[in-house]
């Protein structure tokens, strides 16, 4: 699509019909957006779970033992 624009008057009503456009679609994005929340916790897929707190002393390990072996890897090569 293209337009094809002389004098700075038809500009002036090109740009006001865009911006008047973008306004548009602006207004129904935000009203789309109010309805479309999704609540992460309130879904059904995670019912039943809960935070890891049982088993964080198994990831703290895990995570030193990664730091060790970059260590090793790029201290000792």
Do not use: C, P, Y
Not at 16 to 32: P, Y
Not at 49 to 61: N, V
């Amino acid at each position: 699509m293209g337009i094809l624009v002389e004098n700075n008057e038809d500009k002036s009503l090109l740009q006001d019909k865009i911006a008047a456009d973008l306004r548009e679609r602006a207004a129904r994005t935000s009203q789309q957006d109010d309805q479309d929340v999704d609540f992460v916790e309130d879904s059904r897929h995670i019912e039943g779970t809960h935070k890891t707190a049982r088993f964080s002393w198994f990831w703290l390990i895990l995570i030193v033992l990664a730091i060790l072996s970059l260590v090793v890897i790029f201290v000792l090569k």
